[in-house]
């Protein structure tokens, strides 16, 4: 059963251009978390999604961030017209239902903004 | 706002030592507790916890919660340096979207 698979592991972006990072669940897992973890700082909750739902996205910055879990494939969040203060890893995690189940983190996309 | 506090937020010692890691926290409505392993990248988990006093093992590590004092501590006995990393504690709600983390405890294991 593999992990949580992201990629891609390492991305590097110029200012201004768009960011996408995929995430694909442990199998079976219905539930995706995406967190951001900046330098020298500890995770931070961004977005919470079910199949085809954003259920949380409290922890989001309102601008240039989307994310996604279509019915096919994999989570994507997207990040528009990046600044160098996007540079960061971010992580995704599944679990298999909400509550009372641990979530399960992959191995994280590191993402420099030159 | 949620809040999970971390101590000591760095620690070295030799091997064969034993450890004790402390994580506190203020949540408006705390359904789990959960103990993570960083090393180079993914946080692995170590332990979930829900109810008070009854402590988790595995191997070396142990775990428990005390749902009276917002805290749970993290021990892990005879260290090795492979036990190097971060030691993340991070808390769930009620609601089940998020889990709120510390900022982690450097672990650092010399031969």
């Known amino acids: 059963n593999a992990g949580v698979m992201q990629n891609p592991r390492h991305l590097v972006r110029r200012r201004g251009q768009e960011a996408r990072l995929r995430c694909s669940p442990m199998?079976?897992?219905?539930?995706v978390y995406w967190y951001r973890q900046l330098p020298e700082e500890g995770l931070k909750f961004m977005v919470y999604?079910?199949?085809?739902?954003?259920?949380?996205e409290s922890g989001m910055p309102k601008e240039r961030f989307s994310a996604e879990f279509p019915k096919e494939g994999p989570s994507i969040l997207r990040i528009q017209q990046v600044v160098r203060g996007d540079s960061a890893a971010y992580f995704c995690?599944?679990?298999?239902?909400?509550?009372?189940?641990?979530?399960?983190f992959g191995q994280g996309t590191r993402l420099t903004v030159v | 706002e949620d809040k999970v506090v971390q101590s000591p937020l760095s620690l070295v010692v030799h091997e064969g030592d034993t450890v004790t890691l402390n994580c506190s926290y203020e949540?408006?409505?705390?359904?789990?507790l959960l103990w993570y392993k960083q090393e180079k990248k993914a946080p692995t988990f170590l332990f979930m916890l829900?109810?008070?006093?009854i402590e988790k093992k595995s191997g070396r590590l142990s775990s428990i919660l005390d749902k009276k004092e917002l805290s749970s501590i993290l021990n892990i006995t005879a260290t090795q340096t492979g036990d190097s990393a971060i030691y993340l504690c991070?808390?769930?709600?009620?609601?089940?979207?998020?889990?709120?983390f510390g900022e982690g405890t450097q672990l650092t294991v010399n031969p």
């Open positions: 829900t109810s008070s006093g």
């Open positions: 991070a808390v769930g709600e009620t609601s089940g979207s998020r889990l709120t």
């Open positions: 995690a599944s679990s298999l239902s909400l509550g009372g189940t641990e979530a399960f």
């Open positions: 949540v408006t409505n705390f359904r789990s």
């Open positions: 199998k079976g897992h219905s539930h």
């Open positions: 999604l079910q199949k085809e739902n954003i259920i949380d």
